[in-house]
């Protein structure tokens, strides 16, 4: 199973990159839900998983999603882009922040992100500009929040929307505000890999209340359903453009066990980052790679802990030393602007930034539920590397 020269290692076992953490809480609301008569979208734990997504992003209106990138799909709808509107966005960022858009016949333009956190350069925002220009999307990469504050003047003075896509960043903090409540909406991942997940899922935050009744009118299909159930109107029926992006309530059940223990797998994922972070220090300085250093107030939420070797031979030779211990290690976008469809769309400038951290970033295990002899061995597998 195991390169058998590597004896330290031999009666370990292999730690994945992620490990899909339960709270051995969810089969009971999934039972719960089913006991309840009612499983298609909206329901009794739909309704609790809103109230805990609203408390911990203070959003106007919380919508439960199927996944991150159909609540991105809602954004596009909602602003009614089409073709010829442009989207401001990062290369280095998940196809579906792109996807979105050029589903409504709009161009994505890519900008360049910072060294220190991965983010869209602010600085390199006005300048992509133009006419046509009607959406700024960000991401907080790993939960380390972008400069929403400079941000957010550069589109008021545009008259453009700010959209977060906050996949990385629920529970996280930027200069003392919430991740995901400055934009005009911001989205949500509960796909396996985000810090609370139900396998598949996702949310649309709107923190405008223009957007709410919209917005449940093209998450139900295009019909007024979600009035009719609160007795608004008499009879429901088709009144705008839609699709189905309910999740049923056995997700949400799934997702509502996740949410009530926020907390407890929030401050297990931050013992593994700082752990990480104080233990690999000594051995960054003197093997030439960058450990993840944020500014005071950047209240992260432990999504991920990167490294980022001196060049992309000392990460291919690092990722390979990490699978002879029996870690995986996994690096991460490649960037839109290289890829064979984003090839078509524009870039602002040169992406040097986006190019150089692409190809030296790789990201360690880390996930709740992280055992302390998993810990220990790959902190003993990173420390091992030269
Ligand atoms: C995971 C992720 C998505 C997509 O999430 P899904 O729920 O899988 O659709 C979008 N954007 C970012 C930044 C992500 O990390």
Redesign the pocket.
């Given at each position: 199973r195991r390169n058998s020269s590597c004896s330290l290692t031999e009666e370990m076992d292999e730690i994945p990159f992620n490990r899909p953490y339960a709270t051995g809480g969810e089969l009971a609301l999934i039972q719960d839900a089913m006991s309840r008569g009612h499983l298609a979208g909206d329901g009794f734990y739909t309704k609790r998983a809103r109230q805990l997504l609203t408390d911990l992003t203070g959003g106007e209106s919380v919508l439960l999603t199927?996944?991150?990138?159909?609540?991105?799909e809602m954004t596009a709808l909602l602003l009614r882009l089409g073709e010829g509107d442009e989207v401001i966005m990062p290369s280095f960022?998940?196809?579906?922040?792109a996807n979105a858009f050029v589903l409504r016949g709009a161009r994505p333009v890519f900008v360049d992100i910072k060294r220190k956190t991965h983010n869209i350069d602010e600085s390199q925002i006005e300048r992509a500009i133009t006419d046509r220009t009607r959406a700024i999307v960000v991401?907080?990469?790993a939960g380390a929040g972008c400069e929403m504050d400079q941000i957010m003047a550069i589109a008021e003075r545009h008259g453009v929307t700010v959209i977060e896509?906050?996949?990385?960043g629920l529970g996280g903090r930027i200069h003392g505000q919430t991740l995901g409540a400055m934009g005009a909406m911001s989205?949500?991942?509960?796909?396996e890999?985000?810090n609370i997940q139900c396998g598949?899922?996702?949310a649309l935050v709107l923190n405008r209340p223009e957007f709410v009744e919209r917005a449940e009118i093209i998450r139900e299909k295009g019909t007024n359903r979600s009035r009719f159930f609160r007795g608004q109107v008499d009879k429901y029926t088709w009144v705008d453009a839609g699709s189905s992006y309910l999740p049923s309530e056995v997700l949400a059940a799934f997702l509502v066990a996740q949410l009530e223990r926020f907390d407890d797998i929030q401050s297990q994922r931050m013992h593994v980052w700082r752990t990480y972070s104080q233990e690999l220090a000594q051995w960054a300085d003197d093997s030439g790679f960058e450990l993840p250093v944020y500014e005071p107030d950047v209240g992260h939420p432990a999504h991920i802990f990167w490294v980022l070797a001196s060049d992309l031979e000392q990460r291919t030779r690092f990722i390979k030393h990490m699978a002879e211990f029996g870690v995986k290690c996994v690096f991460h976008y490649v960037p839109l602007h290289s890829s064979p469809m984003g090839q078509k769309y524009p870039t602002s400038g040169q992406l040097s930034v986006t190019d150089d951290v692409s190809s030296r970033l790789v990201r360690l295990p880390l996930f709740a539920g992280m055992r302390n002899s998993e810990l220990e061995q790959i902190l003993a597998a990173v420390q091992s590397f030269r």
């Open positions: 199927t996944s991150c990138t159909h609540a991105l960022t998940f196809v579906s922040c991401v907080h990469y896509d906050n996949a990385h989205t949500l991942s509960f796909h890999t985000k598949e899922g996702g």
